[in-house]
């Protein structure tokens, strides 16, 4: 989801420098970042880390230092995605990131925990952070999980979003039915149709809700003005008023979208 940047890059106590660059020198575009390990936030050193354009070719590529920083160039400006991969870990891929002629872009790249081989036997290693579970506590007191199994709208869970955490908050809403096709691209959400029903008229109106709290009512949200992708825990959304939660039924709401925080 793949998820504007996330967040900036801490200072670093030292710097290695990158390894096995293939492409051009780092005077155009450039993706710079810290590779980290999902749910603990850990540095994982000396992963790789890949540049990759549209057709899926290697751009560049290098190995993340002691402290998980990488540094990745591109000679043209164009569409390109990030794949990183470690021992132990399972490969995750992700973008699309648009570069502008002589666009910088800073990144926290995660990947979760694999399986860990002992003597021949695979044992799953399950890694559940506190802060985690507690979130986890939290929505299902607050009625996600019933929800979210009675089939309606689309749900992001706090297990969803802790294995593939978005870098950008318009990478939650890829190929979501309901919504029109730019939300991907602009981070705008913006229903499709016409109103509520055979007498509607103009954009379909929705509402938003933080937390339980009514925060938005109108027909295009930009939901990266409202919350950062590193807060966000869940996410709901009810692009059809017949989906909508009792609760959040307002009169003239076509849709809502619920956001929790971590």
């Not at 005077?27 to 749910?39: P, T, V, W």
């Not at 579970?133 to 007191?141: F, H, M, N, P, Q």
């Not at 103009?202 to 925060?215: E, L, Q, R, Y």
Request: hydrophobic fraction near 40%.
């Amino acid at each position: 989801m793949g998820y504007g940047t996330q967040r900036s890059s801490r200072a670093l106590a030292a710097l290695v420098p990158a390894v096995l660059f293939l492409g051009s020198p780092l005077d155009a575009q450039e993706i710079r970042g810290h590779l980290l390990e999902s749910g603990t936030g850990r540095p994982i050193a000396s992963g790789a880390v890949f540049l990759l354009d549209e057709a899926g070719e290697t751009i560049d590529v290098v190995e993340a230092d002691s402290v998980g920083f990488f540094r990745l160039g591109a000679e043209d400006p164009g569409v390109y995605y990030l794949r990183a991969r470690h021992q132990g870990y399972r490969e995750r891929t992700d973008g699309a990131f648009e570069m502008g002629v002589g666009g910088r872009l800073e990144v926290e790249f995660y990947l979760r925990p694999d399986a860990i081989e002992l003597d021949g036997v695979d044992v799953e290693v399950e890694r559940v952070d506190p802060l985690l579970r507690r979130l986890e506590d939290r929505v299902r007191a607050q009625g996600f999980y019933e929800r979210e199994k009675m089939g309606f709208g689309h749900f992001f869970s706090p297990r969803d979003l802790e294995e593939d955490p978005p870098m950008e908050v318009r990478q939650l809403l890829v190929g979501l039915v309901g919504l029109d096709a730019a939300a991907a691209t602009t981070g705008v959400i913006t229903l499709r149709g016409r109103g509520c029903g055979a007498g509607g008229t103009g954009g379909p109106t929705f509402g938003g809700w933080i937390n339980g709290v009514k925060a938005f009512e109108g027909s295009s949200w930009r939901l990266a003005d409202a919350i950062h992708p590193a807060d966000i825990g869940a996410v709901e959304i009810y692009t059809r008023s017949v989906q909508l939660p009792l609760q959040y039924q307002l009169p003239g709401l076509c849709g809502a979208v619920l956001i929790w925080t971590k």
